[in-house]
């Protein structure tokens, strides 16, 4: 369910962010911790920094990971790209917690 939720933003949904927001789990493997996410609205520029974005079942079936988190150098706010060029932002929501 994780999974289609994030898919409708990379296909570009839009509105606010309240409690129907959709939301989900990313891994940040230089962490080795679960942090949650808010899907917020897909109105990026194309120019700036963003983190890779991969599938992952590490923090459960249909989760995502990631190499950096809150506090790592390299982590950029929850600005994303997955491999095939979608970008979006979905900042993680601390604290992390183990898988």
Avoid at 32 to 58: E, H, R
Wanted: with cysteine; hydrophobic share 35%; glycine share 16%.
């Amino acid at each position: 369910m994780r999974k289609s939720l994030l898919t409708a933003v990379l296909a570009g949904s839009a509105g606010p962010v309240n409690a129907s927001t959709p939301r989900t789990v990313v891994y940040v493997t230089s962490q080795g911790l679960c942090y949650g996410s808010v899907v917020t609205p897909n109105s990026l520029p194309d120019q700036g920094p963003f983190q890779l974005l991969a599938p992952s079942t590490v923090c459960g079936v249909g989760t995502f990971m990631t190499q950096f988190g809150p506090g790592d150098v390299g982590y950029v706010g929850g600005r994303w790209v997955t491999a095939d060029g979608k970008r979006f932002s979905c900042p993680l929501i601390g604290p992390g917690y183990a898988p």
